[in-house]
């Protein structure tokens, strides 16, 4: 028996997709804005900031990296309600991505920081600035710097791990291909319409992180040249 490659029924199904990549989109938006600020606050205190804090960020980071996403999730949407704690699928999703992204993040970040040369931290002194002011004004700019490509690769691996949120029923792209499979049972269709959505949404997140790479940091450019 020969199969026919058929997406005929796409036309019907197609603002089901749409939804799912708008979902997608916003959990990585959110999760990655959130989730990056967050590793950045957990780098600084790993490798600048107080001493009692350091404890309960590393157990933290290596709790995250050290399970998987799923279960993060699944302890989240499912676990937590046992506690008193409940929240909707997306706000499990959105709160699962900025815990496992931060915890990545931050390594990321701790890295560049300790790849400062110690006559900046020693130039910040000599002006007098606090240790937070020379973080702030001195050494995450050019920590980023360094590090941006590593982190833009971590921020797209979450948004392609975000696929697992539709086991909690959340309605990304591919709760969408799952949905429109159940319906159609076209599954190598479906699922073959939304590999092509992740590798275009893959291809753009990438071109955007380096457009705001070379924004943000000019030198960057410039040496590129």
């Known amino acids: 028996m020969t199969y026919v490659f058929d997406l005929g029924w796409l036309a019907q199904y197609y603002p089901v997709f749409l939804k799912g990549v708008a979902i997608t989109i916003e959990l990585t938006l959110v999760g990655g804005v959130i989730g990056i600020g967050f590793g950045i606050f957990c780098a600084w205190v790993r490798a600048l900031g107080p001493t009692w804090m350091r404890p309960p960020v590393a157990v933290y980071v290596e709790l995250i990296r050290n399970t998987p996403f799923m279960v993060q999730l699944f302890f989240i949407f499912f676990g937590l309600p046992a506690l008193g704690f409940r ?24 890295a560049g920081i300790e790849a400062t040369p110690k006559g900046q931290f020693e130039a910040g002194a000599a002006l007098a600035l606090k240790p937070l002011q020379v973080f702030r004004l001195i050494v995450i700019r050019p920590a980023l710097q360094r590090i941006w490509p590593a982190l833009s690769s971590q921020l797209v691996i979450v948004m392609l791990g975000s696929a ?52 943000l940091f000019p030198s960057a450019r410039t040496e590129s040249r």
């Open 164 to 215: 697992v949120v539709s086991q909690i029923a959340a309605e990304d792209v591919t709760f969408a291909a799952n949905f429109i499979q159940s319906r159609t049972f076209r599954a190598f269709e479906a699922y073959f319409v939304s590999t092509a959505i992740y590798l275009a949404l893959s291809i753009c997140l990438r071109k955007g992180l380096d457009y705001l790479g070379f924004f």
């Open 87 to 110: 929240m909707g699928e997306l706000q499990a999703a959105n709160l699962a991505m900025i815990i496992n992204l931060g915890a990545y993040s931050c390594e990321i970040v701790r």
